[in-house]
């Protein structure tokens, strides 16, 4: 089928505030293997595997957004390693970094597979991951994921590293559970040559702990680590939303993401895709719309397109997450179902 036979073919995403949306987070699972405390609750239930995209869906869904403009792919879940023969769909998906169409296709993990996956990672052109590590206290780490084992993320990294990947640690910041060793962790992430970005806890589903207790706001955190730290504002921005300084006594770089203190929707370029199909323009909002049906609907693209231009179109201006009002979800579903 030739472009011009899909409404919208050819035309960037941009959405009624101007914003050109060139950035999608695909999750294509939402179950994972630790259960961390801050994401999930200890007893989950997953979608039956019948609702899930299938990876042939996956890979039209996200070619369908490469056609529209989108140079950056991020999947996500759960976990998406846990997906079996994920590695088949980052490989049919880097044809479109081979022909350009594609700045870069990564994805994000808790680390736990990486020991066995790094390379596959490099051959299908994945260059950088985001690896989630929230503590370097082996104790401490199997209480916030309630059953993982730190060991086993340490050797993920040294096999990404070893494979060539860059990686950057994600650390969502939590009062009274690591807030004494995000310094630790800054200085260990630059001792290896990774950057590092802290993140404010989301209230996204219903977790079996009170957020409330936990969220550290990263302003509070910035004070804390000036003290010993000199942090250099940076005019540097990846695809995401964090904010980066330059740490002068490690040398490397400190992103912060601030949802509920600094809201930074004003730039924001991105969607997400559930596993199941639906389309969210905005995280912290309820509405999506269904993909799935328009790519069972019909072979040919235009259905597709369509129910994304709607989308689009409704993208809302900003989130609702309020930290005052933190200790309920803002949005009932877990962050594992929309992609992290």
């Not at 235009?302 to 689009?312: C, K, M, S, T």
């Amino acid at each position: 089928m030739t472009c011009a036979a899909f409404p919208g073919s050819g035309q960037s995403l941009v959405d009624g505030y101007g914003r050109h949306v060139s950035y999608l987070r695909v999750s294509v699972t939402d179950r994972c293997d630790l259960r961390c405390t801050y994401c999930m609750s200890e007893q989950m239930t997953f979608l039956p595997r019948r609702d899930l995209l299938t990876l042939e869906e996956l890979d039209r869904l996200c070619s369908a957004f490469v056609e529209r403009g989108v140079r950056r792919i991020r999947l996500t879940g759960g976990e998406p390693l846990v997906r079996r023969d994920v590695i088949r769909l980052l490989e049919s998906l880097s044809r479109h970094l081979d022909t350009g169409t594609l700045d870069e296709l990564t994805l994000t993990t808790n680390g736990t597979m990486l020991a066995h996956r790094a390379r596959d990672l490099a051959a299908c052109g994945v260059r950088r991951i985001n690896v989630s590590l929230d503590t370097l206290d082996p104790d401490r780490y199997r209480a916030v994921t309630r059953r993982g084992d730190l060991s086993v993320v340490l050797d993920g990294l040294d096999a990404a590293q070893a494979a060539g990947l860059a990686v950057k640690l994600n650390v969502v910041a939590l009062r009274d559970v690591n807030e004494d060793e995000l310094e630790d962790l800054v200085r260990f992430a630059h001792g290896r040559g990774m950057d590092l970005t802290l993140i404010e806890v989301m209230p996204l589903g219903d977790t079996g702990h009170d957020r409330a207790t936990r969220f550290l706001p990263l302003d509070e955190v910035r004070r804390r680590l000036s003290r010993s730290l000199t942090l250099d504002p940076l005019a540097y921005r990846s695809a995401g939303p964090a904010r980066y300084v330059r740490v002068a006594e490690t040398g490397g770089r400190l992103g912060f993401i601030t949802p509920l203190t600094h809201n930074f929707c004003e730039g924001c370029n991105r969607v997400r895709v559930t596993c199941a199909g639906t389309l969210y323009t905005c995280l912290g909002h309820e509405e999506g719309r269904d993909l799935r049906a328009a790519l069972r609907g019909s072979e040919a693209d235009g259905l597709l397109q369509a129910a994304i231009d709607d989308a689009i179109a409704r993208k809302p201006k900003g989130h609702d997450f309020v930290a005052d009002r933190i200790s309920a979800p803002a949005v009932a579903r877990h962050m594992s179902v929309t992609g992290g």
